[in-house]
């Protein structure tokens, strides 16, 4: 069976930064032929629930800064996505969290260092490392609406 990563707010765990979920059954249903392999970096690296962050860039680069304490929040997020990609390397599709610094495909909102918006259309640190790994990505969002035939 095929395997696809989702976002593990979207299956309805209650890991997002304010303790609750995303619960879309729809997408449930659209990726029914698939075995699901559910991951959360930032549930897994700093708890739920936890401060906001968000994605700035820098230099050359785009980092998650914590809006609490502004800490540079990447380096765990990062080794979460590195390992959890070695661990299940036969995933063949990711569907991200739309808007989410870790999750969001094209959808993530990045901000200078004096926090002024820049982009609305920025990748989450985790869906950087499987676009480099070669894995078909997607938004949530998108993919249902692309995806929205019935099986």
């Not at 990726?31 to 936890?50: G, N, V």
């Not at 969001?104 to 920025?122: F, P």
Request: proline fraction near 3%; charge should be negative.
């Amino acid at each position: 069976m095929r395997r696809v990563a989702v976002s593990a707010c979207l299956l309805g765990c209650s890991c997002r930064y304010d303790g609750r979920d995303n619960l879309n059954n729809t997408l449930l249903e659209q990726l029914k032929s698939y075995e699901i392999i559910s991951f959360c970096p930032e549930d897994f690296c700093f708890s739920t629930p936890r401060p906001t962050m968000d994605l700035i860039k820098r230099d050359n680069d785009v980092v998650a800064v914590s809006n609490e304490t502004n800490i540079d929040l990447s380096e765990p997020i990062l080794q979460y996505a590195y390992d959890f990609f070695n661990k299940y390397s036969e995933i063949e599709l990711f569907i991200g969290k739309d808007r989410s610094p870790s999750c969001g495909v094209k959808s993530a909102k990045v901000y200078d260092a004096q926090k002024n918006l820049i982009s609305t259309n920025g990748t989450g640190l985790m869906a950087k490392v499987a676009l480099e790994l070669g894995i078909v990505c997607w938004d949530s969002e998108v993919y249902m609406a692309t995806h929205n035939h019935t099986s």
